[in-house]
């Protein structure tokens, strides 16, 4: 018997439904929007790239690509693994193994289930010669034959075990976890540096961690991006790349931001380098007093210690040393030039010298944003400087800063922000006005069934939501109908309507109804939605 079972979203995954889906679409809209003001020109990257991407640019030891990939073999050339992974470590005993393994290459050389590098092409090439060796060797009437006992065919399979062993079989790709290192490998892949610098670019579309699911936090979640690269690393950029930031969250009518500002110095030893080892001295001299992850985190990364929410912590955190007393002297100049460029632009911020960020590939300008409503996941955007970045993804040297915004949790403080009584009004009608129906057309009578397509139509084209039932209804279900789908008014075309070409538009609020000439329909209703 058919499994019945019903299907659910997988774990930390979910749907989104209108009428939310109109408010995404507003906040990404204001995003395409604000943006282009700012000169910025969309990308859209690929879901998944090679893991080495990611790995290389965020960082080994990062949670994010420790444990929270989802990585999987792009070729799936599970079967040769397989035959190969049974032989492991012993040279094939068998001649039909061999055989099988050729076939198995020669098939998925030719469906693409291989990487098809230089390296395996020539690998293949061998191992089919030593087959074809080993028949000759052997006479077709012995092939399948147990031939183990002869040296020459020994030696022949030890060959092609050799050769096996050396097959570059896997190409890991992961599903993006975040979209920065494919923005700068694009910028390398389609050498935008010979375009006039900075080159600024943003993007949307879903990102995947593997992380514990819980409010604000999703195993599939929707990043709002930007990224300027090329061009200088001069304080205006930081900021202004901030002000743009700013600006979009006032333009969706986001209440209760923080802005939190960090600089975390670079790399030269005289640095980050010689902070992070005072603070790991500073750290070791009270790590009894640390839980297991800090602790761990003394050896692996000092500055992750001071992320910590763990509450019997803070009080120790409190006393370590601030990394701005130990910038060398042109990240603190670099870190006190962006605030004064940030206070030219009007943009409030908060010093928090416990921001470090989770990611390995930021230095100087690190910062985030949180808002209200979210709970213990209450950034909602993070972002930072990386200059680097290109280069150790095989560029030219280039200055880099951005920004990503978590979608998911926009949009969930925007709604609580809806919640609270104050706000109710403004906010309620951002979340339902862009889904809101405006016009349902009550039609009786079949000769006034076109009529009715011909007003939809045109009420569409000029902007109207517009709810045509496919069946006659009587005026009175209707009207019910319209008043459950929240529509404004209700367009009424009967027979005498028709006729007399005066159509009925009732408001559904207030029951008022007035008879108007069909041309100016469309006036009345863009004056009466203004209103
Ligand atoms: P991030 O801090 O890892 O930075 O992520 C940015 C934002 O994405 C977070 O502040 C949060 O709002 C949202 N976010 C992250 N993980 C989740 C999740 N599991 N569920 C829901 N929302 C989440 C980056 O991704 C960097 N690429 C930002 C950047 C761009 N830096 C420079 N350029």
Request: hydrophobic share 40%; charged share 25%; net charge negative.
């Amino acid at each position: 018997m058919a499994n019945k079972s019903k299907f659910q979203a997988i774990k930390g995954i979910r749907d989104l439904l209108p009428p939310e889906t109109a408010l995404w679409n507003h906040v990404e809209q204001t995003a395409h929007e604000v943006f282009a003001t700012f000169n910025f020109g969309e990308i859209r990257v690929p879901i998944f790239e090679p893991t080495e991407l990611f790995a290389r640019s965020i960082g080994q030891d990062t949670d994010v690509i420790g444990k929270e990939m989802y990585t999987f073999d792009l070729h799936g050339s599970r079967e040769i693994e397989k035959l190969l992974h049974k032989r492991s470590g012993n040279p094939f005993d068998h001649q039909r193994q061999l055989y099988e393994l050729v076939q198995l290459l020669k098939s998925a050389w030719v469906n693409d289930r291989i990487d098809k590098s230089d390296a395996n092409r020539l690998l293949i090439d061998e191992l089919v010669s030593v087959n074809d060796l080993l028949y000759s060797a052997l006479g077709a009437e012995l092939a399948g034959g147990d031939l183990s006992e002869s040296p020459e065919i020994q030696h022949l399979m030890q060959r092609a075990w050799c050769l096996a062993a050396d097959l570059q079989l896997g190409h890991q790709v992961s599903l993006r976890p975040e979209a920065t290192a494919s923005v700068c490998r694009a910028y390398i892949e389609h050498g935008m540096q010979q375009l006039p610098q900075p080159v600024k670019l943003y993007y949307t579309g879903p990102m995947f961690r593997r992380e514990r699911p819980q409010k604000g936090r999703y195993r599939q979640f929707y990043q709002i991006g930007a990224e300027v690269l090329g061009g200088s690393d001069a304080p205006p950029i930081d900021a202004e790349l901030i002000e743009m930031l700013m600006t979009f969250f006032e333009k969706v009518a986001l209440q209760g931001t923080t802005l939190h500002l960090n600089s975390i110095g670079h790399n030269a030893p005289n640095c980050r380098p010689a902070y992070v080892e005072l603070l790991r001295a500073e750290l070791t001299k009270v790590k009894n007093q640390l839980g297991p992850d800090s602790q761990r985190r003394i050896d692996t990364n000092p500055l992750r210690v001071l992320d910590s929410k763990v509450e019997s912590e803070q009080a120790i955190i409190a006393t370590l040393p601030h990394i701005a007393d130990h910038l060398c002297a042109e990240c603190a100049a670099h870190y006190a030039a962006v605030k004064q460029q940030l206070q030219l632009r009007g943009v409030i911020y908060r010093e928090n010298w416990r921001l470090v960020r989770g990611l390995d590939y930021y230095m100087r300008t690190t910062f985030e944003i949180t808002a209200q409503g979210l709970g213990s996941q209450n950034a909602v955007c993070g972002g930072g400087r990386y200059d680097g970045l290109v280069e150790l993804l095989g560029g030219p040297p280039t200055k880099g800063i951005g920004f990503a915004i978590g979608e998911d949790r926009l949009i969930l403080s925007l709604q609580e922000q809806a919640k609270s009584a104050s706000e109710a009004s403004r906010n309620q009608s951002l979340v339902t006005s862009r889904q809101s129906l405006h016009v349902y057309i009550a039609w009786m009578g079949q000769n006034t069934y076109a009529t009715a397509v011909r007003a939809a139509k045109d009420l569409r084209q000029a902007g109207f939501s517009v709810e045509l039932p496919p069946t006659e209804q009587k005026f009175g279900k209707a009207l019910g109908q319209a008043d459950k789908l929240g529509a404004k008014f209700a367009l009424i075309l009967g027979e005498n309507e028709v006729t007399e070409g005066l159509w009925t538009l009732k408001t559904l609020d207030d029951g008022a109804q007035i008879k108007l000439p069909e041309p100016e329909i469309i006036e009345h209703l863009r004056t009466s939605l203004r209103a």
